[in-house]
């Protein structure tokens, strides 16, 4: 079964933190950053990783707080993303955060996850997320190059002419929509 939600977050209205600053850690806010360079992350992790220490010396959004993880780091959280390497103490967080009703990614643990982080293609405006349900983040990412490869260049002129019309048609929403649909007809036209 695959009863996944896809949205897209705007993570700079949000603050995320991330429990642990070893490689795992590094990585997520890595993911985070990269798709949401103005979000807010706040790192707690006895040990840090120096890369994050650079991340955070250059971004004054991020905030690395170098101790175990307490419960008070929920305060003022809206998702957070558990990295530690002890596994007894991500599901004791992941239950803290459920209680709080904090969303919450479990990197070893895809059972305690309430949502997955993806694979991401990017071209301009346009972002294709892929998820394989947890089965294999390796084929995620194949796919990413895969898709990356096959996506052409110009949508985003494509798309920029869209919004234009889009922004001039006038008339009600149904006549908007068929036009819409009249002129992007082509792209799914059979051969
Ligand atoms: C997509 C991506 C996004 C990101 O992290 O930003 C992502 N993992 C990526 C890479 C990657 N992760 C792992 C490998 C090593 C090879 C392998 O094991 O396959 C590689 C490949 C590599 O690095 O080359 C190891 C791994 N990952 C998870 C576990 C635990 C487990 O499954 O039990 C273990 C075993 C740990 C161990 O054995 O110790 C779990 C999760 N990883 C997810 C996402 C979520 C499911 C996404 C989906 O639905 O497909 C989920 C469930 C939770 C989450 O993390 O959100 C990112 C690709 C970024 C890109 O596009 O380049
Ligand atoms: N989801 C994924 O993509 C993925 C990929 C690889 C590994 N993993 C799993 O993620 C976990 C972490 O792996 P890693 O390579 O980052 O390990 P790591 O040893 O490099 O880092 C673990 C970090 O957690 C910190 N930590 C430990 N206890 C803590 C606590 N109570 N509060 C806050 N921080 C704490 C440590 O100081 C360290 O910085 C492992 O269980 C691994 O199997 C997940």
Do not use: W
Not at 13 to 24: D, E, K, M
Not at 39 to 48: D, K
Not at 78 to 83: G, K, S
Not at 135 to 145: D, G, I, N, V, Y
């Amino acid at each position: 079964m695959n009863n996944l939600f896809p949205i897209f977050i705007k993570l700079e209205n949000l603050h995320t933190l991330i429990v642990g600053g070893g490689y795992v850690g590094l990585e997520k806010i890595t993911a985070v950053l990269d798709n949401s360079p103005e979000a807010t992350v706040t790192l707690v992790s006895p040990e840090i990783r120096n890369e994050i220490r650079e991340m955070a010396e250059e971004n004054s959004r991020i905030t690395l707080i170098e101790r175990k993880f307490d419960e008070n780091d929920f305060q003022d959280k809206d998702l957070v993303i558990v990295a530690t390497n002890d596994k007894e103490e991500n599901r004791r967080i992941k239950e803290a955060a459920r209680s709080l009703h904090i969303l919450c990614n479990v990197a070893d643990t895809p059972a305690l996850c309430d949502f997955y982080l993806s694979s991401v293609v990017r071209k301009g405006n346009l972002k294709v997320a892929i998820s394989t349900n947890g089965m294999s983040p390796t084929m995620a990412k194949r796919l990413k190059e895969v898709l990356n490869e096959a996506l052409p260049e110009n949508l985003e002129t494509a798309m920029e002419q869209l919004k234009a019309v889009r922004d001039m048609l006038k008339g009600d929403f149904a006549y908007k929509v068929d036009e819409l649909n009249r002129i992007t007809s082509v792209l799914v036209k059979k051969k």
